[in-house]
């Protein structure tokens, strides 16, 4: 339940608080583009972002957006603590066999090992 709580926190922080601000950084810095383009005309780093963002494919073939990443690497987390909780519970202790051995002494025996003979 700690594994669970600590990644929702984590996605929620970095859902609603950090994508944001680069979603904002992002939009602020097209503005400043667009209003220096005339005299800066390299100056394109929002919309190289948000471009190239746009154009990652998972395994060469879905087309995503950074949210849609996001939420796919997060569901994978989650997906990794299901399975490691399922595991935990599924599994079996295994319990240690008690050996016993047979301990045979001679009615005759002496201390030092020595037999008597009769």
Same mark, same amino acid.
Not at 12 to 38: C, P, S
Not at 105 to 117: I, L, R, W
């Given at each position: %339940? ?7 926190? +984590?996605?929620?922080?970095? &859902? &609603?608080? &950090?994508? !944001?601000?680069?979603? =904002? ?10 209003? +220096?383009?005339?005299?800066?005309? *390299?100056?394109? $780093? =929002? ?8 154009? !990652?494919?998972? +395994?060469? $073939?879905?087309? @995503?957006? *950074?949210? %849609?990443?996001?939420?796919?690497? &997060?569901? $994978?987390? +989650?997906?990794?603590? =299901?399975? !490691?909780? $399922? ?9 240690? /066999? /008690?050996? /016993?051995?047979?301990?045979?002494? *001679? ?7 020595? @037999?008597?003979?009769?």
């Amino acid at each position: %339940m700690a594994a669970l709580f600590a990644w929702f926190a +984590f996605f929620l922080m970095d &859902y &609603y608080w &950090y994508h !944001v601000f680069l979603r =904002g950084a992002v939009k602020h810095a097209g503005k400043i583009e667009k209003a +220096f383009k005339d005299r800066i005309p *390299s100056i394109d $780093l =929002g919309s190289t972002i948000s471009s190239e963002s746009q154009a !990652v494919k998972i +395994f060469g $073939l879905v087309p @995503t957006n *950074s949210e %849609m990443r996001l939420k796919m690497f &997060y569901w $994978l987390g +989650f997906g990794m603590i =299901g399975v !490691v909780f $399922l595991t935990l519970l599924l599994a079996t202790q295994n319990k240690p /066999t /008690t050996i /016993t051995t047979a301990t045979t002494t *001679s009615q005759n025996a002496q201390p030092g090992g020595k @037999t008597e003979g009769k």
